[in-house]
């Protein structure tokens, strides 16, 4: 069984930038999630993909987008990039959209300078 | 608006004594609690869960306790292991109506240290 891969493991940007990160879902998963960890604090909730479509979404900026792909694979990507989006982004997989549980990657490490 | 904290950014603990985590929320419509935990240069690992509807559940050495009219849950650990040492995170759904599933609403941590 595969778990939940990201990549790439870090990155550095500088402000104004794009930048998209990758994550794999975990092995018969079907929803991804993505989490920002920003120094000292607990992940905060992004946004959620269930077969291809947005299916939630916390409070973060339109600059924040997301993207499932058919073999449930997904990207997050940011535009123009600014200093507080350094941080730890963490995607997780689940069985499906009503399971809790979850399954969490090793984390993008982004820095902007 | 901080809805889960963590008030104990850290604890330190003797093996084989008891570890106690503790975690409060503020959003009286949340009726899932999970705990997990993060090693260093690794995402959370799920550890244990609780309903609403159950006020303590078990799973080995770790047991978790709600008290929903208090708004607290905690984790205890018996006994506590060298390899325990980790940041622990608490975290909250709302299950009920099923708008918020994945949608989990975290708490600062707190860093265990075991000490051998």
């Known amino acids: 069984e595969t778990g939940v891969t990201q990549s790439p493991t870090h990155l550095i940007k500088t402000r104004g930038q794009q930048v998209t990160l990758r994550c794999s879902s975990q092995?018969?998963?079907?929803?991804v999630s993505w989490y920002q960890q920003a120094l000292g604090q607990g992940p905060q909730f992004i946004f959620q993909?269930?077969?291809?479509?947005?299916?939630g979404r916390g409070n973060f900026p339109p600059r924040f987008s997301g993207l499932q792909f058919p073999n449930y694979s997904s990207e997050l990507n940011v535009n123009a990039l600014e200093l507080d989006d350094s941080a730890l982004y963490l995607c997780a997989s689940s069985l499906d959209r009503s399971n809790e549980k979850l399954f969490f990657g090793s984390g993008t490490q982004l820095s902007v300078l | 608006d901080q809805q889960v904290k963590q008030n104990s950014p850290s604890l330190s603990v003797q093996e084989g004594r008891i570890s106690i985590l503790n975690c409060d929320y503020t959003?009286?419509?949340?009726?899932?609690f999970l705990w997990y935990k993060k090693y260093p240069a690794e995402g959370p690992t799920f550890l244990i869960s609780i309903s609403s509807i159950k006020d303590k559940n078990e799973d080995g050495r770790f047991t978790v306790f709600l008290n929903k009219s208090a708004k607290h849950l905690s984790l205890h650990i018996v006994p506590s292991q060298p390899g325990d040492s980790a940041v622990y995170f608490c975290a909250a759904s709302r299950i009920a109506g099923g708008t918020s599933y994945g949608k989990l609403t975290f708490g600062q941590g707190t860093i265990l240290t075991v000490h051998p």
């Open positions: 993909y269930y077969r291809e479509e947005e299916n």
């Open positions: 092995s018969g998963h079907n929803t």
């Open positions: 959003n009286s419509m949340f009726d899932y």
